[in-house]
T-cell receptor, first 113, second 118 residues
Framework: NAGVTQTPKFRILKIGQSMTLQCAQDMNHNYMYWYRQDPGMGLKLIYYSVGAGITDKGEVPNGYNVSRSTTEDFPLRLELAAPSQTSVYFC????????????FGDGTRLSIL | GENVEQHPSTLSVQEGDSAVIKCTYSDSASNYFPWYKQELGKGPQLIIDIRSNVGEKKDQRIAVTLNKTAKHFSLHITETQPEDSAVYFCAASKGTNAGGTSYGKLTFGQGTILTVHP
């Protein structure tokens, strides 16, 4: 059982480039989330989705976009990469029922130079 | 919005000792408090969680206590082992209440680097 799979694991971008971070889960979870983790800090919520076709902003959404066309996939898009977006990005999913925990992928480490 | 403070930021113990990590939260509506362990190069993994209708929960060497009045909760690890060395995060959530808008969103503490020396 793969759980939450994130690709790529590492990426270096130049300022102004764009890219999509992929996230897929095979647990049929309704809820999916994107977080970023900066050094010495906890995780901060970027965007989340409660089902296919439904997305909403989290705490730090500026500079990012998401879509949710299927239950399984929740890609995160960076349109114009900036140095401030250098971070480790984590995708998570949960069933959406009370008290059920979020399951995390192993992250994408992104550097913007 | 919710704010979660976690202390200490680093914790060093000898193998076999106990370790305690404390968190406070600001939103009295929060009702679900998970703890995650993050090893190097990996995503956070849930190790224990507690809901607000329970004051304490234990799973082998790990326990969590919750004081709703004071709005703080703590992780206790007994008989620590070198493999317990990792970064630990607390989090708070209003859960996935039907009709509400929380949708299980988690607010994380800043993390504690735990080192267990053999």
């Amino acid at each position: 059982n793969a759980g939450v799979t994130q690709t790529p694991k590492f990426r270096i971008l130049k300022i102004g480039q764009s890219m999509t971070l992929q996230c897929a889960q095979d647990m049929n979870h309704n809820y999916m989330y994107w977080y970023r983790q900066d050094p010495g800090m906890g995780l901060k919520l970027i965007y989340y989705s409660v089902g296919a076709g439904i997305t909403d902003k989290g705490e730090v959404p500026n500079g990012y976009n998401v879509s949710r066309s299927t239950t399984e996939d929740f890609p995160l898009r960076l349109e114009l990469a900036a140095p401030s977006q250098t971070s480790v990005y984590f995708c998570a999913s949960s069933p959406g029922t009370v008290g059920q925990p979020q399951h995390f992928g192993d992250g994408t480490r992104l550097s913007i130079l | 919005g919710e704010n979660v403070e976690q202390h200490p930021s680093t914790l060093s113990v000898q193998e076999g000792d106990s370790a305690v990590i404390k968190c406070t939260y600001s939103d009295s509506a929060s009702n679900y408090f998970p703890w995650y362990k993050q090893e190097l190069g990996k995503g956070p993994q849930l190790i224990i969680d507690i809901r607000s209708n329970v004051g304490e929960k234990k799973d082998q060497r790990i326990a969590v206590t919750l004081n709703k009045t004071a709005k703080h909760f703590s992780l206790h690890i007994t008989e620590t082992q070198p493999e317990d060395s990792a970064v630990y995060f607390c989090a708070a959530s209003k859960g996935t209440n039907a009709g509400g808008t929380s949708y299980g969103k988690l607010t994380f503490g800043q993390g504690t680097i735990l080192t267990v020396h053999p």
